[in-house]
């Protein structure tokens, strides 16, 4: 589940990991008084005004606006809020902003010259350890710099028995040139934020700028946050962050009748029980000459009524030109599947894309006939390949 900059950083701020003074609004008539209250506790009389949506790259859009003046940032509030932001992570059409943030500004007046740099948290699938990715070069896009300087992308991998161990703190603030107090604020800095990495069941934190300000001080200034939907049942006070409208309403939906649901670009729906079976799923079509329009797994049991949503969910696309139904038959039977999408054909009512239904397993045969018998515009298949090559039919008609 992924968080909102504002929530990820009052999650980070009870580890004691440091972050900017802020204040969330959805009512830009109290953005000044917002201002106000940052100023009084900070001294900072420059202020970040921040759209708050799933979604990086807000500055390119003009979802963040620096203000040197409390009418400023009345004015930059009232321009964000309610505005359509399009940045080049959420395609053409952007995401409403229903949320600002109000930031002490931090580029405030010291001894020293202000850096920003790039940190981050994530799992390393392939040693299945945590591993901390960093670089001197932050406030920029880490694929650019990957790309162009990789020599400036540093890793550390965490031993899960021991955690973050001193010489490894020493070694990122050495990597990022840091020294005196810079240096020693950022030794304090990696182990309260991986422990608040670990202790939230994070699979991401990006900390990016990562802000070495003018008085040495080490602050969390942009907070990307991704929390393992599976381990939310231990937090339901981040459960309790979801904020639906960031997301797919289609996959919103699925998920009330548990189903697994994830929108694609393509042109070839597909409902399948079990993940693995969905992948395979999705590559045959795509080896028969269609596009997947879609990832949905109805779960073990494929009961009518959730093969009936099923449906539903994916007819809601209007690119799908036909559906493929890819059931394997071993806890429940195909018989018992295929009478389901009779009923669920017969209760949605006229279906106007092709169906190519293929079932395999306990009572295949049966099933098959329960198909071919409903007098339904349904085509069923046994083999991948028969149903592989219906798909290609259908489409390229």
Same mark, same amino acid.
């Given at each position: 589940?992924?968080?909102?900059?504002?929530?990820?950083?009052?999650?980070?701020?009870?580890?004691?990991?440091?972050?900017?003074?802020?204040?969330?609004? &959805?009512?830009?008539?109290?953005?000044?008084?917002?201002?106000?209250?940052?100023?009084?506790? *900070?001294?900072?009389?420059?202020?970040?005004?921040?759209?708050?949506?799933?979604?990086?790259?807000?500055?390119?859009?003009?979802?963040?606006?620096?203000?040197?003046?409390?009418?400023?940032?009345?004015?930059?509030?009232?321009?964000?809020?309610?505005?359509?932001?399009? *940045?080049?992570?959420?395609?053409?059409?952007?995401?409403?902003?229903?949320?600002?943030?109000?930031?002490?500004?931090?580029?405030?007046?010291?001894?020293?010259?202000?850096?920003?740099?790039?940190?981050?948290?994530?799992?390393?699938?392939?040693?299945?350890?945590?591993?901390?990715?960093?670089?001197?070069?932050?406030?920029?896009?880490?694929?650019?710099?990957?790309?162009?300087?990789?020599?400036?992308?540093? *890793?550390?991998?965490?031993?899960?028995?021991?955690?973050?161990?001193?010489?490894?703190?020493?070694?990122?603030?050495?990597?990022?040139?840091?020294?005196?107090?810079?240096?020693?604020?950022?030794?304090?800095?990696?182990?309260?934020?991986?422990?608040?990495?670990?202790?939230?069941?994070?699979?991401?934190?990006?900390?990016?700028?990562?802000?070495?300000?003018?008085?040495?001080?080490?602050?969390?200034?942009?907070?990307?946050?991704?929390?393992?939907?599976?381990?939310?049942?231990?937090?339901?006070?981040?459960? &309790?962050?979801?904020?639906?409208?960031?997301?797919?309403?289609?996959?919103?939906?699925?998920?009330?009748?548990?189903?697994?649901?994830?929108?694609?670009?393509?042109?070839?729906?597909?409902?399948?029980?079990?993940?693995?079976?969905?992948?395979?799923?999705?590559?045959?079509?795509?080896?028969?000459?269609?596009?997947?329009?879609?990832?949905?797994?109805?779960?073990?049991?494929?009961?009518?009524?959730?093969?009936?949503?099923?449906?539903?969910?994916?007819?809601?696309?209007?690119?799908?030109?036909?559906?493929?139904?890819?059931?394997?038959?071993?806890?429940?039977?195909?018989?018992?599947?295929?009478?389901?999408?009779?009923?669920?054909?017969?209760?949605?009512?006229?279906?106007?894309?092709?169906?190519?239904?293929?079932?395999?397993? *306990?009572?295949?045969?049966?099933?098959?006939?329960?198909?071919?018998?409903?007098?339904?515009?349904?085509?069923?298949?046994?083999?991948?390949?028969?149903?592989?090559?219906?798909?290609?039919?259908?489409?390229?008609?």
């Amino acid at each position: 589940m992924n968080l909102h900059e504002y929530q990820g950083k009052s999650l980070l701020k009870k580890f004691g990991v440091p972050v900017p003074e802020i204040r969330v609004l &959805d009512d830009a008539s109290k953005a000044r008084k917002a201002a106000e209250e940052v100023s009084e506790i *900070t001294g900072c009389n420059i202020w970040a005004v921040k759209a708050q949506i799933h979604a990086g790259g807000r500055g390119k859009g003009g979802g963040v606006k620096i203000a040197k003046s409390l009418d400023e940032v009345k004015q930059y509030a009232r321009e964000i809020l309610g505005m359509q932001l399009v *940045t080049p992570q959420t395609g053409p059409n952007g995401k409403k902003v229903r949320k600002i943030l109000i930031e002490q500004g931090i580029y405030y007046p010291g001894e020293h010259e202000p850096q920003e740099l790039y940190f981050s948290i994530l799992l390393n699938r392939a040693t299945a350890r945590n591993i901390v990715m960093y670089s001197p070069r932050g406030g920029m896009d880490i694929e650019k710099v990957a790309e162009e300087t990789p020599e400036q992308i540093f *890793t550390e991998e965490i031993d899960p028995k021991t955690g973050v161990l001193p010489f490894q703190a020493r070694r990122i603030a050495f990597n990022y040139g840091l020294k005196g107090d810079a240096f020693k604020n950022m030794i304090k800095f990696v182990p309260k934020i991986y422990d608040a990495y670990l202790n939230t069941d994070a699979s991401l934190i990006e900390i990016n700028p990562l802000f070495k300000a003018s008085d040495n001080k080490i602050l969390a200034a942009d907070t990307k946050m991704t929390v393992d939907n599976s381990a939310l049942y231990r937090h339901p006070e981040i459960a &309790d962050m979801r904020d639906i409208n960031e997301e797919d309403p289609t996959e919103v939906e699925a998920g009330k009748f548990n189903l697994s649901y994830v929108k694609l670009d393509g042109n070839v729906g597909c409902m399948v029980n079990g993940a693995g079976l969905a992948m395979s799923t999705m590559d045959i079509i795509k080896l028969s000459g269609g596009e997947p329009a879609n990832f949905l797994d109805v779960g073990g049991s494929a009961s009518a009524k959730r093969v009936e949503e099923a449906f539903r969910i994916i007819l809601k696309d209007p690119n799908v030109k036909a559906i493929l139904v890819n059931i394997f038959g071993g806890i429940v039977r195909c018989d018992r599947v295929a009478n389901g999408i009779v009923d669920a054909y017969k209760n949605i009512g006229e279906i106007d894309v092709p169906i190519i239904v293929r079932l395999q397993g *306990t009572n295949a045969e049966k099933a098959k006939e329960i198909i071919d018998e409903s007098g339904l515009k349904v085509h069923s298949a046994i083999l991948l390949k028969e149903a592989a090559q219906m798909v290609n039919d259908v489409i390229k008609d």
